[in-house]
């Protein structure tokens, strides 16, 4: 299946400020060298970016600004790399009325997102099957809705793990 997110990548300074207002489908690039252990497609205008994680939006701008740039509460993709990345860049979480990173972390997460992942969009309206059936044919190794069974889905179903484990027990309620 050929793509519809367009091949030519963004920076997410440049993304972010470019971003419509209106429903579609975004992808999330990055060097081989990032998370060098998930091996997503290449991206075909640019063979030094794979493909890390596909996800859709009924308000594109809003989505990726305010909740994959801000927000692990609300983003399985930060909530994703917060924990593979949790060895290596001391990610902390916490308890509000879910499973969040502490603020500074917060923070730090979007500068590293910003150093190494770059940014696809086209606008749709009605993203949800296509989302659906690209995550089946082109595989993003961070999407676990979809994905195929294997040591990817797994190693990202256990980073996922990583992340809630490390704020402790649900505080009990005062």
Do not use: C
């Not at 290449?42 to 809003?62: H, I, M, Q, V, W």
């Amino acid at each position: 299946m050929t793509s519809p997110v367009p091949a030519a990548t963004r920076a997410l300074d440049a993304a972010t400020t470019a971003l419509p207002r209106t429903s579609g489908l975004y992808a999330w690039w990055a060097p081989p060298s990032v998370l060098a252990a998930f091996s997503g497609p290449a991206n075909s205008g640019d063979s030094e970016r794979r493909l890390l994680y596909l996800g859709k939006a009924t308000r594109l701008r809003t989505r990726i600004t305010g909740n994959h740039l801000r927000h692990s509460g609300g983003s399985t993709l930060r909530r994703t790399l917060a924990g593979l990345l949790m060895p290596t860049e001391g990610y902390r979480t916490t308890w509000t009325d879910r499973v969040i990173l502490i603020p500074d972390d917060e923070r730090r997460l979007t500068e590293w997102m910003h150093r190494h992942l770059t940014l696809t969009w086209a606008e749709h309206p009605d993203p949800v099957p296509l989302e659906t059936a690209l995550i089946s044919s082109l595989g993003p190794p961070l999407n676990l809705d979809g994905a195929a069974h294997g040591p990817a889905r797994d190693r990202v179903q256990e980073a996922r793990n990583t992340y809630y484990a490390g704020a402790g027990p649900l505080p009990d309620k005062a």
